[in-house]
């Protein structure tokens, strides 16, 4: 099974069901962060940590700019601020130009994380209707971490993996009810 | 095409020790990822076909150089951005300094001035711009000669006026510009108090006191050391019973001025108390 220090999540559109699903599945025991970006409108941060924090008895938080990343810990991305991974495993936050008109930006974090976490990275691609995030599964792979993505036919919106799928050599496709197992096996 | 940076971590020292010997400028305490990207993302949008042509650019090029400054350091700015920290400002910050016989107030990496201009007009509708004054200052020269035009793309006033009637303004937005093509130019009126002027927050000294600092997402492309020594920068220029404002995301916490400042309710804003 793949070794894991950081699970990464992103996703848009029809996203933010599938975690609802699958967080409360998830084991209490992994031994890496898991840290999702999220499309969203501005300002309504606590409101989604609340929302996933009652789903999980992981710890959920905001990010906060320099701190430690810590195992069995979810970190979510603030709104209207890029996350960028430091070489000494601490977060930084950027707030330059959107790319692929998003503010997070699925690759301007999977970029980072796959300079930093190398063949020890694995990102999941979640519904949504823009491509964002699929040339960042593209470097990670490059640096040898595993990229996945949901399976389109389950997705809300099927762009974003979709894309993923027909760009990007993704290394699994799973189905809603099979992303926790996969999760709970990563070491 | 690969998608593997151009420019890797060995390459960022070797540029970061170019610019600070060659031109005096410091980026040692800037937060590596960030600089990172930003270093990859102007080499790929000019072209750049190698390492050396890239660096010797830089090191001989004087207007190439201010370029270099330029996009590394982020410009993204909007008026009245986070509208609630505007109206913290306006309902509290600034009537208590109203007893004030003259504001100086401090926008420390003011980049294109967008913040200065939102500053100016709620002063204006206080009736305190006449005794105020905006010290607007950034590392960037480029920047400071847009912001002193005080024009702004016309198609941003949509989005600015909904900030502004968000943070509790009250008057017809479009009456502090005149349109004229694409561009949206502010009255002359409000910048009769503004100040411009190049500060390096690494480099150069506290040059008066205030009574107010806005400081707003420039530190969190600093790492914590170079945070802690901005903060006492900020310290150091600040009046007893003055106001530190800072981005949403950043914070006076586990600095060494935290114990002498208290934070007003909800918003980043810090009133000194010593």
Same mark, same amino acid.
């Given at each position: 099974?793949?070794?894991?220090?950081?699970?990464?999540?992103?996703?848009?559109?029809?996203?933010?069901?599938?975690?609802?699903?699958?967080?409360?599945?998830?084991?209490?025991?992994?031994?890496?962060?898991?840290?999702?970006?999220?499309?969203?409108?501005?300002?309504?941060?606590?409101?989604?940590?609340?929302?996933?924090?009652?789903? &999980?008895?992981?710890?959920?938080?905001?990010?906060?700019?320099?701190?430690?990343?810590?195992?069995?810990?979810?970190?979510?991305?603030?709104?209207?601020?890029?996350?960028?991974?430091?070489?000494?495993? &601490?977060?930084?936050?950027?707030?330059?130009?959107?790319?692929?008109?998003?503010?997070?930006?699925?690759?301007? &974090?999977?970029?980072?994380?796959?300079?930093?976490?190398?063949?020890?990275?694995?990102?999941?691609?979640?519904?949504?209707?823009?491509?964002?995030?699929?040339?960042?599964?593209? &470097?990670?792979?490059?640096?040898?971490?595993?990229?996945?993505?949901?399976?389109?036919?389950?997705?809300?919106?099927?762009?974003?993996?979709?894309?993923?799928?027909?760009?990007?050599?993704?290394?699994?496709?799973?189905?809603?009810?099979?992303?926790?197992?996969?999760?709970?096996?990563?070491? | 095409?690969?998608?593997?940076?151009?420019?890797?971590?060995?390459?960022?020292?070797?540029?970061?020790?170019?610019?600070?010997?060659?031109?005096?400028?410091?980026?040692?305490?800037?937060?590596?990822?960030?600089?990172?990207?930003?270093?990859?993302?102007?080499?790929?949008?000019?072209?750049?076909?190698?390492?050396?042509?890239?660096?010797? #650019?830089?090191?001989?090029?004087?207007?190439?150089? #201010?370029?270099?400054?330029?996009?590394?350091?982020? +410009?993204?700015?909007?008026?009245?951005?986070?509208?609630?920290?505007?109206?913290?400002?306006?309902?509290?910050?600034?009537?208590?300094?109203?007893?004030?016989?003259?504001?100086?107030?401090?926008?420390?990496?003011?980049?294109?001035?967008?913040?200065?201009?939102?500053?100016?007009?709620?002063? #204006?509708?206080?009736?305190?711009?006449?005794?105020?004054?905006?010290?607007?200052?950034?590392?960037?020269?480029?920047?400071?000669?847009?912001?002193?035009?005080?024009?702004?793309?016309?198609?941003?006033?949509?989005?600015?006026?909904?900030?502004?009637?968000?943070?509790?303004?009250?008057?017809?937005?479009?009456?502090?510009?005149?349109?004229?093509?694409?561009?949206?130019?502010?009255?002359?009126?409000?910048?009769?108090?503004?100040?411009?002027?190049?500060? +390096?927050?690494?480099?150069?000294?506290?040059?008066?006191?205030?009574?107010?600092?806005?400081?707003?997402?420039?530190?969190?492309?600093?790492?914590?050391?170079?945070?802690? #020594?901005?903060?006492?920068?900020?310290?150091?220029?600040?009046? +007893?019973?003055?106001?530190?404002?800072?981005?949403?995301?950043?914070?006076?916490?586990?600095?060494?001025?935290?114990?002498?400042?208290?934070?007003?309710?909800?918003?980043?804003?810090?009133?000194?108390?010593?």
């Amino acid at each position: 099974m793949k070794n894991c220090d950081a699970l990464l999540i992103g996703g848009s559109a029809g996203s933010l069901d599938v975690l609802i699903k699958v967080l409360p599945s998830i084991a209490i025991d992994i031994t890496f962060p898991i840290i999702i970006v999220l499309h969203r409108k501005k300002g309504t941060d606590s409101l989604l940590s609340d929302l996933l924090s009652s789903k &999980t008895k992981l710890i959920v938080k905001e990010v906060e700019e320099k701190e430690n990343i810590l195992p069995r810990t979810i970190y979510i991305v603030p709104s209207d601020y890029h996350l960028l991974i430091e070489k000494d495993f &601490t977060f930084s936050l950027d707030y330059s130009e959107k790319v692929n008109y998003s503010r997070p930006s699925i690759d301007v &974090t999977f970029q980072s994380a796959a300079e930093v976490y190398k063949d020890k990275l694995v990102c999941l691609l979640l519904s949504g209707s823009n491509a964002d995030g699929v040339n960042g599964l593209i &470097t990670v792979k490059e640096f040898g971490g595993e990229i996945v993505v949901q399976d389109p036919k389950t997705a809300q919106v099927d762009y974003m993996p979709g894309q993923a799928i027909l760009r990007a050599n993704v290394d699994e496709v799973l189905e809603i009810e099979q992303m926790a197992d996969y999760i709970n096996n990563l070491k | 095409m690969s998608s593997l940076p151009s420019i890797n971590d060995e390459q960022v020292e070797t540029l970061i020790d170019d610019v600070l010997e060659q031109y005096g400028y410091d980026f040692t305490g800037y937060s590596r990822a960030s600089l990172k990207r930003r270093l990859n993302r102007l080499y790929s949008l000019d072209k750049q076909v190698s390492f050396a042509e890239f660096r010797y #650019k830089i090191g001989s090029d004087s207007v190439y150089f #201010k370029r270099f400054v330029e996009q590394i350091t982020v +410009n993204v700015t909007e008026m009245f951005r986070d509208p609630s920290f505007y109206k913290a400002l306006r309902d509290k910050v600034l009537p208590t300094l109203a007893t004030h016989p003259f504001i100086r107030i401090w926008l420390a990496g003011c980049s294109t001035g967008e913040e200065a201009y939102s500053m100016a007009i709620v002063l #204006k509708e206080l009736n305190l711009l006449q005794k105020s004054l905006i010290y607007a200052t950034d590392i960037n020269p480029t920047v400071l000669e847009k912001a002193a035009q005080g024009m702004f793309p016309l198609s941003q006033m949509k989005q600015y006026s909904e900030n502004y009637i968000a943070s509790g303004g009250k008057e017809d937005f479009s009456s502090y510009y005149s349109a004229n093509y694409a561009v949206a130019k502010f009255d002359v009126d409000l910048k009769e108090k503004m100040i411009f002027s190049t500060h +390096n927050l690494v480099a150069d000294h506290s040059f008066n006191e205030f009574q107010l600092i806005l400081c707003r997402n420039v530190l969190i492309y600093f790492d914590r050391d170079l945070q802690f #020594k901005v903060l006492q920068l900020f310290d150091n220029s600040l009046e +007893n019973l003055g106001f530190l404002a800072l981005g949403t995301k950043e914070t006076t916490d586990f600095s060494p001025i935290s114990k002498r400042y208290k934070r007003l309710e909800m918003e980043k804003i810090w009133r000194k108390d010593s």
